[in-house]
């Protein structure tokens, strides 16, 4: 994750070429996420039309195979959080600014829409088709918290325990199997859950679902804080990805 001291270090200002990296990094990671998450759900979706089943396999798979890469791609450069979760707990902690944070959410959410975009495109669906997949209930509420918590776990338990390698591993199991077993199908992602009320896919939530996915989503972070905080009180000062 992105350190505090890392900004006064390279001496960047409002918008020095560091922090422009930076949110190149997280909006490109992003896109590339969703891409993953979106594309792999129209593919399933034709290739298996019959069995959901293994479409949902077929979604998990690419998209944990995709945050592995990811992660290794980016995280040297932006701390590859692709999550306003993981950049709100990281705020929470003083590992970003409060300036950062706020434009590393801004990347992360319009790098997510332009990612859902690309994806209705390769697959010649209209770029912007509002999702009416209803994703509504307190079965899935209780999921997207407990996803999140579990997320933000995974990565400051590798982090802070001087695995910090692990985590694109870490990160790319844990969404593979929380796919599986949470009711949402583990979103765990507010820029995420925007982006996928653009697509009326496999992948796609309604609008009217996302706002308590997010509500969810940001209570999980909070959990997942105060676990964090619980669990490793003598962390390592590195939060590099």
Same mark, same amino acid.
């Given at each position: 994750?992105?350190?505090? %001291? ?27 996420? /969703? ?36 992660? /290794? ?6 701390? $590859? ?6 950049? /709100? ?43 009416? !997949? ?30 910090? !390698? %692990? ?5 790319? %199991?844990?969404?593979?199997?929380? #796919? ?22 496999? %992948?796609?939530? $309604?609008?009217?679902? $996302? ?10 972070? $909070? ?8 669990? #490793? ?9």
């Amino acid at each position: 994750m992105t350190n505090v %001291a890392h900004e006064a270090e390279t001496g960047t200002g409002w918008f020095g070429l560091d922090l422009i990296r930076r949110l190149v990094a997280e909006g490109i990671g992003t896109a590339f996420l /969703l891409m993953a998450v979106v594309g792999s759900g129209i593919m399933a979706s034709g290739l298996s039309p019959s069995d959901v089943g293994l479409q949902l396999l077929e979604n998990a798979a690419a998209t944990a195979g995709a945050l592995v890469g990811l992660i /290794l791609m980016m995280g040297a450069v932006s701390g $590859a959080h692709f999550n306003p979760a993981v950049t /709100l707990v990281d705020w929470f902690f003083g590992d970003i600014s409060t300036r950062d944070a706020g434009w590393y959410v801004v990347a992360q959410v319009i790098g997510a829409c332009a990612g859902t975009i690309i994806a209705n495109v390769m697959f010649e669906l209209p770029a912007i088709d509002i999702s009416t !997949k209803d994703r509504s209930s307190p079965a899935l509420w209780l999921s997207e918290v407990v996803a999140t918590i579990g997320l933000l776990l995974v990565i400051h338990g590798c982090v802070r325990s001087s695995r910090a !390698k %692990a985590v694109p591993f870490a990160v790319g %199991a844990w969404i593979g199997g929380a #796919y599986w077993f949470t009711s949402s199908t583990s979103f765990a992602n507010p820029a995420v859950t925007i982006a996928r009320t653009l697509s009326d896919t496999f %992948a796609g939530i $309604a609008p009217s679902s $996302a706002p308590m996915f997010i509500v969810m989503q940001v209570i999980g972070a $909070a959990i997942g804080f105060v676990l964090i905080r619980l669990l #490793y009180p003598h962390s390592q000062e590195t939060h590099d990805a």
